[in-house]
């Protein structure tokens, strides 16, 4: 059995995906250990399925339960330590000031290197693997980098700021029991 953390992309605003229905719908497609977080799309599940066929499970779900057909990013618990263990922001104490992106793929270098130039007062931005790093020191609102992090990265991703992502980590490790 395998642990995953769930990240829907582009939940929040008009896109709604009720995680208490949500959490209901998936335990009785026989997901086990099921728990959701904030009304931002996350979810944590427990599975004997591969991650392409637990994927395609709960996309089916969310396609006739909620027509939501985003993406959806399935870390295992292993590999979402590792983004935990790997964050170049660790010093960081607010953990609303830190963002963990998640990328489909490796983004382009001349993407990072433009992103990294809007880095000022104090922003700071790493990439790591599959995973983009954020600091906004004065609000990801309130920084150019956060603000044009999305479109200008180049790859499909989905971020969660830091209390998020250590939350998310505490309820999968519950979930593996």
Request: net charge positive.
């Amino acid at each position: 059995m395998t642990i995953y953390i769930l990240l829907f992309r582009g939940v929040g605003g008009a896109t709604q995906l009720p995680v208490a229905r949500l959490r209901e719908a998936l335990g009785e497609a026989g997901f086990e250990n099921v728990a959701t977080y904030i009304n931002s799309g996350n979810a944590v599940l427990k599975s004997e399925l591969s991650r392409e066929r637990m994927i395609a499970k709960v996309g089916d779900i969310c396609r006739k339960e909620f027509a939501f057909e985003k993406r959806i990013f399935a870390p295992t618990l292993e590999e979402w330590r590792k983004v935990i263990e790997q964050n170049p922001f660790a010093d960081v104490e607010k953990g609303n000031l830190v963002h963990a992106a998640l990328l489909a793929e490796r983004p382009k270098s001349e993407s990072v290197n433009r992103l990294k130039e809007l880095a000022v007062n104090g922003d700071r931005f790493e990439v790591v693997g599959d995973v983009a790093y954020l600091h906004t020191p004065n609000g990801v609102s309130n920084s150019k980098l956060g603000e044009r992090f999305d479109k200008w990265i180049g790859v499909e991703n989905t971020a969660r700021n830091w209390n998020t992502t250590r939350k998310l980590l505490e309820l999968a490790e519950k979930a593996r029991g």
